[in-house]
């Protein structure tokens, strides 16, 4: 993880393909592209999608390296699911 994060310098998050009929169990990226050596863009992310409704099956594993302007933008949302903030909001 540290070594995708070296080379782009953008926040890094793991992923993992799972099976199509488990992504409501995950939060699970929109990848903006097909991904190169493993690495994608996102657009966005989905929090327990329905399978019908997902956009990908690449899950959300919980290891992430932010830059620090993440955190800007994150004091500015509105606390959502458990009157928390969460990066899928």
């Known amino acids: 993880l540290m070594n995708d994060y070296e080379k ?3 926040s890094t998050i793991a992923v993992m393909p799972v099976p199509h ?7 699970v990226i929109a990848p903006q592209d097909e991904g190169k ?10 929090e327990k999608p329905a399978p019908e409704e997902t956009p990908s099956d690449l899950a959300i594993i919980g290891r992430y390296l932010l830059t620090p302007e993440i955190f800007e ?11 928390e903030i969460q990066l899928t909001d």
């Not at 009929?21 to 939060?27: A, F, I, M, Q, R």
């Not at 050596?37 to 989905?46: A, I, P, R």
Request: net charge negative; charged share 20%; glycine share 12%.
């Open 21 to 27: 009929e488990d992504v409501s169990s995950y939060g």
């Open 8 to 10: 782009t310098h953008a």
């Open 73 to 83: 933008i994150l004091e500015k949302q509105a606390p959502g699911a458990g009157n």
């Open 37 to 46: 050596d493993g690495l994608y863009s996102v657009e966005t992310f989905v």
